[in-house]
Nanobody, 124 residues
Framework: QVQLVESGGGLVQAGGSLRLSCAAS????????MGWFRQAPGQEREFVAV????????SYADSVKGRFTISRDNAKNTVYLQMNSLKSEDTAVYSC?????????????????WGQGTQVTVSS
């Protein structure tokens, strides 16, 4: 079993930055694809970013490309999401997820483990 715990969410003004962390425990996730998803009230969960288990070029949703950066520290078994130039439409609960098969999928159903999420609120 893998446990994922997100942190770093909060309230920030538009144009500001936040860095989310996702700490994994139970197993090393260095070979897993690690993704970030978000869900705003009344909306479906949507893909944000993913880094494959091989560490190849990460993939981003068009809505965050150029503003968000996903990274991982395998020594700490932790994945990060640096979010810059935040907009009000980025407001959502952000969750990290692990895909044990390693490929950088954008589909939430391909992920085996999920964190509980952390709230990000961007005020305009």
């Amino acid at each position: 079993q893998v446990q994922l715990v997100e942190s770093g969410g909060g309230l920030v003004q538009a144009g500001g930055s936040l860095r989310l962390s996702c700490a994994a425990s139970g197993r090393t996730v260095s070979t897993y694809a690690m993704g970030w998803f978000r869900q705003a009230p009344g909306q479906e969960r949507e893909f944000v970013a993913v880094m494959s288990g091989s560490g190849t070029t990460p993939s981003y949703a068009d809505s965050v490309k150029g503003r968000f950066t996903i990274s991982r520290d395998n020594a700490k078994n932790t994945v990060y999401l640096q979010m810059n130039s935040l907009k009000s439409e980025d407001t959502a609960v952000y969750s990290c997820a692990a895909n044990t098969r390693g490929w950088g999928s954008r589909r939430s159903r391909d992920y085996d483990y999920w964190g509980q999420g952390t709230q990000v609120t961007v005020s305009s």
